[in-house]
């Protein structure tokens, strides 16, 4: 409809519950304020993605924002993002190699279930995501056999976000899928819930500044973890805390190069060690 207009400033108000911004509708626009209304309303596909120039976007009272509505958009000041209450999902990289945001915020009371895949990939500035609800139990997600062979692989939902420091952790998180935090070498907090049956692999490589609260909070990889993928915890050489791993098997390369872990318990249940998985 608009793809690639240049204009100073876009607002839509929109007149009714359930207003779309339709697939590519602004793609490629040069703008420099994006604000949406009051009104709840859906940002479909590609709908802004590779815009230039946004200095300021208000989401307004958004409900869902679907598969890379804003994916490389070519931001040319840092910018803030704060997700209303009302958004429900967002899809997965719709934030794809933004690489002017610097934070992320969630207000309070939203529904929002899925850290999507690649939903954060690159975006190298980013520094904090904070208040993400209680409702969210995976960080990235399976595939389902409706989905369309163009999406991106399962995961990377923060891969390379290299700037990345604080990470506020939802209570009853279940699955953490490949990638997610792959090379994100300043985040500082890891806290697994007791919820969490699965971690992907290299979930966490090349996390160097990754460490618990305090050298005296054990790392516990609790009984309802039934799958974990080799590499997890790969070259994560500020990991100085104990390590307790209650159930399943230690996979291959799951604490290569944690050279500083203090002491390991494994649990009389563990039946498998596989290769360099202290190396």
Request: glycine share 6%; net charge negative; aromatic share 12%.
């Amino acid at each position: 409809a608009f793809a690639n207009c240049i204009v100073d400033s876009v607002t839509i108000r929109g007149n009714s519950a359930g207003t779309e911004i339709l697939e590519a509708a602004f793609y490629g626009c040069t703008m420099k304020t994006l604000t949406f209304g009051d009104f709840p309303s859906t940002f479909k596909s590609t709908s802004f993605a590779k815009c230039q120039n946004i200095g300021t976007l208000n989401f307004g009272k958004i409900e869902a924002i679907e598969e890379f509505a804003f994916q490389e958009d070519l931001i040319t000041t840092d910018i803030k993002l704060t997700f209303p209450a009302t958004i429900t999902s967002i899809g997965e990289g719709a934030f794809k190699h933004c690489s002017a945001i610097t934070e992320v915020t969630f207000e309070p009371n939203s529904q929002i279930t899925t850290i999507a895949n690649s939903l954060f990939y690159e975006c190298t500035k980013l520094t904090k995501v904070l208040n993400l609800p209680n409702t969210i139990t995976s960080i990235g997600e399976d595939r389902k056999q409706s989905d369309p062979p163009t999406l991106d692989p399962v995961g990377y939902s923060f891969y390379n976000c290299i700037s990345l420091e604080t990470f506020s952790w939802p209570s009853y998180i279940t699955a953490i899928h490949p990638n997610s935090f792959m090379n994100c070498k300043n985040l500082q907090l890891i806290n697994l819930p007791n919820t969490l049956s699965t971690i992907g692999a290299s979930a966490f490589e090349g996390c160097t500044n990754l460490n618990t609260e305090t050298t005296d909070t054990p790392m516990v990889l609790s009984y309802a973890i039934s799958n974990v993928g080799d590499r997890v915890f790969y070259g994560c050489s500020s990991l100085s805390c104990d390590v307790k791993i209650l159930a399943g098997s230690v996979s291959a390369g799951m604490f290569y190069g944690c050279t500083n872990i203090k002491t390991l318990f494994l649990d009389r249940t563990i039946d498998t060690i596989e290769e360099k998985a202290f190396y």
